[in-house]
């Protein structure tokens, strides 16, 4: 039952009680209605905290989350091109900056000051840069994390002649993709095998036949149809940009064997690759053995434990050469292993692939930029410890903001203690004091940005003992 109920509740129990006592029955205890009339008192004086901070407006408090980095290519017509900004409290002015600079509305770029949505129909070299939202109502400043806005980017190959690779049948055979061109960003550029003149025919991947995280493809062991007469040409895709170019000519020879091997061809390692993963996200893992029949792929844990599919944590694609490790934690990074298998007993020995997990600084312990309430007068004090996980170097120590804005730290109004980790504002007042406060900190892989509102309150309003048996409180509640 809440607050308001509750004494509405006791209101109607009094007026029973003097019903009964002026009836002179005995139902009911002569000192409850004193009682009730104390419990009331001490509600009231509760609630004035409770009703005080709920009916005055608080600082607005981001809700949006935003990428680390977002990409567009430049010169180019965009129709998905906008970041949206959201936060919560009351009435809500949006400004977007970049660079620091307040970002005004041009040709390509608009801001939409009531709905916070950052929109670019075209890329100028200009608008590429550092960007961060800021929301404002009257009690104060909430802002994003600040993110890049960088150049989605596709070069294309050199010329350059046609390459001979000449390989012999049932042997692992490998052709380069040569002077590879940058393409940016990963997440959007995929790398293609071509077959022949144009881009129609690819290049089937299989058992047999796979592409190293390098870009160079493999024949885990030769096959005279590899040998078509047509040239093999390496392609670069660049999905946002619907961009596909080729380079990277090489004409392929197989030279037949005379018998088929027997025993099979032992597994041999011929690539692998360390991973990274963002705490929270993807890590790849790549081992590729050759042979004879093709082997398998078997992946090992840093407990020792044979990996299968498992969902939520652990994918394994690309005919078994590709481990994907989910919602990465702290815990999954170390040394993972690979081992080839053979179709008989034969086997590779273990190869080891490490998985390092990283992240921006993240806050340790309890208490860490919690929003507080504060009585005039009072002190105010945010935690902010800001660690690097395990292996990382260290985090910046702390900078501390009011609603987007740097604090002048002088040992007065504001002291900073255990290493920049702790703030305290002393003496609150209203309305100075209340608002948004920021903390931030930085390392090799990212920003922190947490923030904590703080408000003030004012004791005010307290009803005299004589008031509580007023009628007129009964008619307050039920309004």
Known sequence: MDLKNKIKSILKKQEECKRELTHNT???????????????????????????????????????????????????????????????????????????????NSQYVTVDELTGNLKFTRMMNEDYGTYQCFATNDQGTSLSKPFKVKESRMSSFPTSGVQEV????????????????????????????????????????????????????????????????????????????????????????????STVPDPELEPILRFKENGKAMYGGKGVLRCMFSGFPSPGVEWISPDNLIIKNTPGKYEISDFGRVLTILQAEPNYEGNYFCKGKGKGKTESGPQRVFL???????????????????????????????????????????????????????????????????????????????????????????????????????????????DIKDNNLSRDWDK
């Not at 040992?411 to 609150?428: A, F, M, P, Q």
């Not at 903390?439 to 923030?451: A, F, H, I, T």
């Open 166 to 257: 000449r390989c012999k049948q049932f042997e692992h055979c490998v052709v380069q993709c040569r002077e590879k061109r940058k393409c940016t960003p990963d997440s959007q550029c995929r790398l293609e095998w071509k077959l022949g003149q144009g881009t129609k025919t690819n290049v089937e991947i299989s058992k047999r036949v796979g592409v190293d995280g390098n870009g160079d493809l493999h024949f885990l062991w030769s096959d005279t149809n590899d040998w078509t007469g047509q040239q093999y040409r390496c392609g670069v895709l660049q999905e946002q940009m619907k961009m596909l170019v080729l380079g990277s000519v090489t004409e392929l020879k197989i030279d037949s064997a």
């Open 26 to 104: 005995h139902t009911c205890d002569r000192s409850k209605t004193t009682n009730w009339s104390l419990y009331i008192a001490l509600f009231l004086t509760a609630s004035i905290y409770v009703v005080r901070g709920q009916d005055v407006q608080i600082p607005p408090k981001m809700t949006s989350t935003f990428n680390n980095e977002y990409y567009y290519p430049r010169h180019t017509r965009l129709t998905d091109a906008t970041i949206n900004c959201k936060a919560k409290n009351g009435q809500i002015k949006y400004e977007w900056k970049k660079n620091g600079a307040v970002v005004r």
């Open 356 to 466: 390092n997990v990283t992240s921006a600084p993240i806050l340790v312990g309890d208490n860490q930029m919690r929003d507080i309430m504060v009585h005039v007068g009072k002190d105010a004090m945010f935690h902010c410890n800001a660690s690097s996980l395990p292996g990382e170097s260290p985090p910046s120590l702390p900078k501390w903001k009011k609603n987007g804005v740097d604090l002048v730290i002088d040992g007065g109004k504001y002291i900073v203690s255990e290493n920049s980790r702790v703030l305290t504002v002393t003496d609150v007042q209203t309305p100075s004091d209340t608002g948004a406060y920021q903390c931030m900190s930085e390392n090799s892989e990212g920003v922190l940005l947490k923030e904590a509102i703080l408000k003030v309150m004012v004791v005010c309003c307290r009803r005299k003992a004589k």
